[in-house]
């Protein structure tokens, strides 16, 4: 049976060869005004200084925690590493390159709290590889189903508190769009996703990332929808059309 601190945050940072951006992904952690959370930052068998400069963050700071894998397995089996480790009520997403505002933690808790909420994603802003905004605030819807979300790009993982008190032990499948199946897992039993309106993350736009590449994350929408919810032709072309709209929209923003 899974026993949790009631209090604690546990933040989960897949890292791979992140060493221009992974001190400050950490120090964003670190500087909340929430005190109470443990992070973990899973090195995924990186080639670069990533490790230690990480382990000079844990130094520093004993609630970073850093955790080697041995073998490459992608950022959803690095979340999993983590997830076994957590002993937080809440998890929160938190990309390498990416960072959160000083209060993340203590106005979006307090905001699921207020609506009783399993879980919360928030309102942010793009940034570029030297920390400059280059965007408007992304907004967001204030409440997504499980077919509103499959028509939507709104949940940036960075911005994602789960409440385990409520969902119960989850985990991220291996497959072509890892965190986006597990929102879709959650809301398919009946959870809503709670949209907080307030700009408290910083998405970074690097050149050359996994997630820079829209086509490829097209497809992998597409996928997710023929091959792990198993929609239907006529409804996951349906479907699809209202996530292209809504991804140029935001992409305009």
């Not at 949209?195 to 736009?205: E, K, P």
């Not at 479907?239 to 140029?248: G, L, R, T």
Request: aromatic share 10%.
């Amino acid at each position: 049976m899974m026993t949790l601190d009631p209090a604690l945050v546990s933040v989960i940072t897949p890292a791979f060869n992140a060493g221009r951006f992974i001190e400050r992904c950490v120090e964003s952690v670190t500087s909340q005004s929430y005190r109470s959370f443990e992070m973990f930052v899973v090195d995924d068998c990186s080639t670069d200084n990533t490790a230690d400069l990480v382990q000079a963050c844990s130094d520093r700071d004993s609630r970073v925690r850093l955790i080697r894998r041995t073998q490459n397995g992608g950022p959803a089996a690095a979340r999993n590493t983590a997830l076994k480790e957590a002993s937080g009520r809440y998890i929160a997403f938190l990309d390498s390159d990416d960072l959160w505002t000083d209060r993340k933690l203590e106005e979006q808790l307090r905001f699921m709290n207020d609506r009783n909420a399993a879980l919360s994603f928030t309102a942010y802003r793009k940034i570029s590889e030297k920390d400059d905004l280059i965007s408007e605030v992304i907004q967001i819807p204030h409440l997504l189903n499980y077919d509103g979300l499959l028509k939507n790009t709104a949940i940036a993982t960075t911005t994602v508190i789960v409440d385990r008190s409520k969902t119960g032990p989850f985990e991220m499948k291996t497959t072509y769009y890892d965190d986006f199946s597990l929102w879709l897992s959650l809301l398919k039993r009946g959870f809503l996703a709670h949209g907080h309106q307030a700009d408290l993350a910083r998405y970074r736009v690097v050149g050359g990332s996994w997630s820079g590449s829209k086509g490829r994350s097209a497809l992998h929408v597409w996928k997710a929808y023929r091959d792990v919810e198993q929609l239907s032709l006529p409804y996951s072309a349906w479907c699809f059309i209202h996530y292209a709209v809504n991804a140029i929209r935001k992409h305009c923003r």
